[in-house]
């Protein structure tokens, strides 16, 4: 009932100010207007007028009415500078707290319906930082102050701070909106507007948000550095940990700026791409693929042979590839380069200096004044009991482990159902074992479309692999020196009897033992950074695996710039990371490959699209090459052809995609795809033709009737 009242009293006040069209009178041909009819009462009743300023400014900000930014002009003419000052200060102050109240009160369900996704930003800067980040709102005029006011007031920040962090925030800006006033307030006529006071009144109106962030992040800085020292000078730019994608890019381009800039690694260069991940599954899936192919020569004409083969040579040559990759990524290139590069493991022992126990067993120290942290992600081992008495390997393992054995596991069950469980669950059942596939999730590969999984689960069915999703496992057990699996599903318990478990369930950051705890830089899931890759020392950087929200070695590169960039040249200007095109693929056969939205996002986003697919069954390469199977499907915003994502599942579908990667990142349409020549006979075709399927949908069917009549009428 109190509520209704108040919500009644605050509506009819908002009601009277439109009403009486103070909304006119609060604007700047309204100010100046009034301004001299005013000052006249305050020369004669100056507490009056005063006390009414201080009351109307109040309301305006108490109720959220425009014209705020008026009056503090109007403070500047009637009170000057200081007068001025004293009493917006205190009035946007009171006024600010009042609306605050206002929202906590009474507004609380309708802000959150109205405006749910600002709040969500506003929530997460009050969880991380409270009172400073009210503050950096106050300073740096980036949200509107009333919906600061209103959505400060849904969080739980207690009204005492609201009202001295407000005030303290908003006092330079007051400063400079009360200043330009007493300049605005000079102009009584045409040579008025030229003075250099209001001239430079406004420069400062216009620098103010610039300056005003430059003042919050260097009250930010002063606070997260406080308990260090820092050193005079540095012993280097850059000091990168990590030697993979990220760390080697990172380095890289810090080397081409010139920067004297320091690659620690602690174990492989190259980090777990070349040595663990892309490179050898990609080795390895080749080799298995040509074992399948010989399988099902008959598809082609020819004989089909069961491939003898040594698993052992196998291995060996996917040995032999990292060796032949990896002079791209070594010591003796990035030094060429301009890169020092020490073989040890780093620790930050504060924001400017990293400890190296250098392999030789020496130790190391170096100062520098940006660090980029690039250590990666290591394969995430679950807690299932007995998992360490029957022994498993991980894909950092395998390599090695599986090197030793003359033929493939006989029985392999690969935990995980992502997209590394699939590639290797894949390549292992053509090698010949009989793999089992654990997958607690309903279907393979969750973050796909539905239909995706499906095709996936075929492809691996007819490989031979028993794919159990909706499997959750629950213990390893060892009878003797046979090993099992118990999994569950459906409250059934099933026991699984197996030679070799790959763990494949997902990769976690690297996170401990480097510094992060002893700094106290936040960490999740993995290094919590902001949009500039900066953690919450803004002159050390994450990039790559350790810090998300990717785990790609593309995506690692693609950070990698940033993170250089900004920590070498962010003085100047910082880049916002942009996630805004990225592409991945699955490579099994037939390979699945992404980038933007597909179905079940959008839906999640609640992002309309239209969908238009194409059946590569249909494509004459593919027929011809023997892989007619999968299909190109693009989203599109309706009734347009600007693409929101694509999946294509197929023969080499990660390549083909590349032409809408490049198509999404520079804004080119499907109708532009569709005015390209596409060579025949290509896979990449079929690109071409999903475009024609949008065309065709959305051909104009009225021109098109019309058109129609024309060739009738000129047939005669
Ligand atoms: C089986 C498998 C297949 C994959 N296939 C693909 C694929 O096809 N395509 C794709 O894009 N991605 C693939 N990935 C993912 C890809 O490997 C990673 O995304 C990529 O390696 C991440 O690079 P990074 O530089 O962030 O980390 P990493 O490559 O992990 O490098 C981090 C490095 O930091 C070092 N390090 C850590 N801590 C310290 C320290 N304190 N001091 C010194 N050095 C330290 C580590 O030794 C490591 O070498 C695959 C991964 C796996 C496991």
Redesign the pocket.
Known sequence: MKKIAILGLVLALVLAFFAFDLNQVLTLEGLKAGLAQIRTLRTESPVMVALVYFAGYVLVTALSLPGAVIMTLAGGALFGLAGGTLIVSFASSIGATLAFLASRFLLRDLVQARFGNRLKAINEGMAKDGPMYLFTLRLVPLFPFFLVNLLMGLTPIRTVSYYWVSQLGMLAGTLVYVNAGTQLAQITSLSGILSPGLLLSFVLLGLFPMLAKRLASFVQNRRVYAKWQRPKTFDRNLVV????????VTSYIAAAVKAKVTL???????????????V???ALIKSARIAHQMRHAENYGLSAVDPKFSFSKVMARVQAVIATVAPHDSVARYTELGVEVLE????IVDPWTVE?KLNNGDTQRLTTRSIVI??????FVPPLPGLDDVGYVT??TLWDEFAKLDAPPARLVVLGGG??GC??AQSFARLGSKVTQIEMAPRLMLREDLEVSELARDALTRDGIEVLTGHKALRCEKDGERKFIVVEHQGAEQRIAFDALLC?VG?VA?LQ??GLEELGIPTERTVTVNDTLATLYPNIYA????AGP???????SHMAWYAAVNALFGDFKKFKVDYSVVP??T?IEPEVARVGLNEQEAREKNIAFEVTKYGIDDLDRAIADGVAQGFVKVLTVPGKDRILGVTIVGEHAADVLAEFVLAMKHGLGLNKILGTIHTYPTLAEANKYAAGEWKRAHAPQKVLAWLQRFHAWKRG
């Open positions: 940990i990590g030697g993979g994608a990220a760390g080697l620690i690694e602690a174990h492989k260069m190259g980090g777990d791409c070349l040595n663990y991940g892309c050898p599954s990609k040890g493991y780093a620790k190296i690039a250590a990666g992600a290591r394969p894909s950092d997209p590394i590639e290797l494949a990769r690297r033992g480097y990039a790559g695996d350790v990717y785990q790609f070695t593309h995506t690692a991945w693929a490579f």
